[in-house]
C-alpha cells in the first residue's frame, strides 16, 4: 500500500464547476498535511497547509480527518487557471522531517 | 528575494557520462533534499540533507550522489550507474529542524530537466 495515495484522475470540469480531490495516508503518525499545486513542467508550490479545523482560502476548502487518516481539497467555481496537478504531502517528524508526497491528482479545467 | 536556484534548466547527457546539477539556496534553511519525478508519477526522494557535511540516502539513491560543503549548497551527481536518469529533478529545501513554528513546508527550486541521448 503506497504510504501517500490519490485518485490520479485525470478529473475534467467545466469552468464553475465544483471539484473535491481525495488523499489517504496509511502512517497515522504523519503530522503535517498540505496541497502543493504543479503546473505542468513546473515546480510544486504550496497551496495551502491542512489543519484538522478545516481551513478555507477564497475558493479552496481543506479538510483533514485523523481518524479516518484522510485529507480532501474542495475547489469551488473552478476557473481555466486552475488546471494543474494538485499533490497531496504528509509529513512525518522523524527528528527531522520526512515528506511523503501523493502521485498527484491531474485536473482540467474547461471552457 | 529568497529563493532556490537550480541550473542548468535543461540538459542533456550521453551515455556514460557524469552531470552535476546545481542547487542554491538563500532561504537561511537547515535542510536540503534532492527529488525525481517520472512523468505521471510522484516525487522521489534522491539524498537529503539536515546539516551541513551530512548527507542520507533517500528511497531511489541509487547512481547518484551528493555534497553538502556549505549550507547554500547541495549539488547532485547523476553518474554513469544510473541506468535511468532521464527525468525532471527538484532541489527543496526547509527549515529542517523540528522548530517549534516549523511545518515541514518545502520550498523548491525551478528544476533541472535531464534527457539522456
Known amino acids: 500500500r503506497k504510504e501517500v495515495e490519490q485518485d490520479p484522475g485525470p478529473f475534467n470540469v467545466p469552468e464553475g464547476a465544483t471539484v473535491a480531490f481525495n488523499c489517504t495516508y496509511s502512517?497515522?503518525?504523519?503530522?503535517?498535511f498540505f496541497w502543493y499545486r504543479q503546473d505542468c513542467r513546473k515546480e510544486p508550490k504550496l497551496l495551502m497547509s491542512?489543519?484538522?479545523s478545516g481551513n478555507e482560502d477564497g475558493r479552496f476548502t481543506a479538510q483533514l480527518n485523523r481518524a479516518s487518516q484522510y485529507i480532501s481539497l474542495l475547489i469551488r467555481d473552478s476557473k481555466l487557471s486552475d488546471s494543474a496537478t494538485y499533490l497531496c504531502?504528509?509529513?512525518?517528524?522523524?527528528?527531522?522531517?520526512?515528506?511523503?508526497f501523493g502521485a498527484g491528482t491531474r485536473l482540467f479545467v474547461k471552457a | 528575494d529568497g529563493g532556490i536556484t537550480q541550473s542548468p534548466k535543461y540538459l542533456f547527457r550521453k551515455e556514460g557520462q557524469n552531470v552535476t546539477l546545481s542547487c542554491e539556496q538563500n532561504?537561511?534553511?537547515?535542510?536540503m533534499y534532492w527529488y525525481r519525478q517520472d512523468p505521471g508519477q510522484g516525487l522521489r526522494l534522491i539524498y537529503y540533507?539536515?546539516?551541513?557535511?551530512?548527507?542520507q540516502k533517500g528511497d531511489i539513491a541509487e547512481g547518484y550522489s551528493v555534497s553538502r560543503e556549505k549550507k547554500e549548497s547541495f549539488p547532485l551527481t547523476v553518474t554513469s550507474a544510473q541506468k535511468n536518469p532521464t527525468a525532471f529533478y527538484l532541489c527543496?529545501?526547509?527549515?529542517?529542524?523540528?522548530?517549534?513554528?516549523?511545518?515541514?513546508?518545502?520550498?523548491f527550486g525551478e528544476g533541472s530537466r535531464l534527457t539522456v541521448l
Open positions: 502512517n497515522s503518525a504523519s503530522q503535517s
Open positions: 527543496a529545501s526547509s527549515i529542517g529542524q523540528p522548530y517549534i513554528q516549523n511545518t515541514g513546508e518545502l520550498f
Open positions: 491542512v489543519y484538522s
Open positions: 540533507s539536515q546539516i551541513v557535511n551530512d548527507f
Open positions: 532561504l537561511n534553511h537547515d535542510a
Open positions: 504531502v504528509v509529513t512525518l517528524n522523524t527528528g527531522g522531517f520526512k515528506t511523503i
